[in-house]
């Protein structure tokens, strides 16, 4: 356990550490999910409940039906069934998301967003196996954070 930890601590300070810009996208094995590939995006300079009222319009967008988030501490976690995914030909996938904020190192509000997306055959999307598929899902996660940056623009 303090291993899978530190994984995430230093994975954790190198993504927020290396962003040049407001918002990263890193691929890997989640470290609480055994063999299961994840997809993460580091948003920077928004408040984590933005982030989550976003996330959850966003797959709304694609019909996905996103329960009540369960929170532990800061962590927060949500699941959206039934996400009718393009990328994967319109399959219906579960996603499991996972925001956690963090102050960045020039201080400002950020949040790390983790997902999971688990296919109808209960297997995991993994980038290793599709590297195509892995490249369209960060392609789709910068399309969710132009969503957040048009309506941070719009509301500030």
Do not use: C
């Amino acid at each position: 356990m303090i291993r899978r930890l530190l994984y995430l601590a230093i994975v954790t300070t190198s993504i927020t550490a290396n962003a040049q810009h407001n918002y990263t996208i890193q691929e890997g094995q989640a470290p609480q999910a055994g063999t299961s590939k994840s997809f993460t995006a580091t948003i920077t300079g928004v408040q984590m409940d933005f982030v989550e009222s976003e996330w959850r319009d966003f797959l709304h967008q694609y019909q996905g039906k996103s329960g009540e988030p369960i929170k532990n501490g800061d962590v927060v976690v949500m699941e959206t069934e039934e996400v009718i995914f393009p990328i994967l030909d319109n399959e219906k996938v579960d996603i499991m998301a996972m925001f956690r904020p963090f102050l960045n190192q020039n201080g400002l509000d950020s949040v790390m967003l983790t997902i999971w997306i688990e296919r109808e055959d209960t297997t995991h999307l993994n980038p290793l196996v599709d590297e195509q598929a892995g490249k369209k899902v960060k392609d789709w996660l910068l399309s969710f954070y132009a969503q957040i940056d048009r309506t941070a623009i719009t509301t500030d």
